[in-house]
């Protein structure tokens, strides 16, 4: 009903429709949510393995790797989600000419970030990072901006693709 009183009220007035690109077009895409989700997937793994290793459990060790596994598979769902929209809502044909096979790693991303869900091998961790680093080297040279490796200065400790801001 209300939509038909909106498309009558249109008629009559000619309201201008509105326009935007992806859901809120504020242009601020990083990919360094989808890095320290990524991270965060290892360091739940790492803190599930520490609580394996221990000789016996008892209920709060099993009430701890409850969470731990619930904290693991949002972080993996913040990589999907992180990535996707860059993917969806950043790159266009320009990004698209300048790189080579985004699509494919963005696919990989999405199955990889699947499997730390499923799992808690931290290869699979790992192996998440270098593809969601992968994905942030090409996203700061689309924008023409020049990126260095280093280690994060907090656990798992391994080493993300910043964007060199000085230069």
């Keep these: ?11 009559f007035i000619n309201f201008q429709t509105a326009q935007a690109h992806c859901d809120i077009p504020c242009k601020i895409y990083d990919p360094l949510l989808a890095q320290i989700a990524a991270l965060s997937c290892v360091r739940m793994m790492d803190l599930i393995k520490d609580i394996e290793a221990k000789a016996k459990l008892k209920v709060a060790d099993y009430a701890e790797i ?15 989600d992180a990535i996707r929209i860059i993917w969806g809502d950043y790159f266009k044909t320009p990004q698209f000419e300048q790189v080579d096979d985004v699509h494919g790693l963005t696919h990989s991303i999405m199955r990889q970030a699947s499997k730390c869900k499923q799992s808690i091998n931290r290869d699979d ?25 280093a ?16 230069s």
């Design 125 to 149: 961790g790992l192996k998440l990072v270098l593809l969601v680093n992968e994905f942030a080297d090409i996203f700061w040279m689309t924008k023409g901006v020049p990126t260095y490796v």
């Design 66 to 80: 409850s969470r731990l596994v619930r904290e693991k598979e949002l972080a993996s769902s913040e990589v999907k």
């Design 1 to 11: 009903m209300i939509y038909n009183v909106v498309k009558k009220m249109d008629n």
């Design 151 to 166: 280690s994060c200065p907090y656990p798992p400790s391994l080493s993300l693709v910043y964007p060199n801001l000085k």
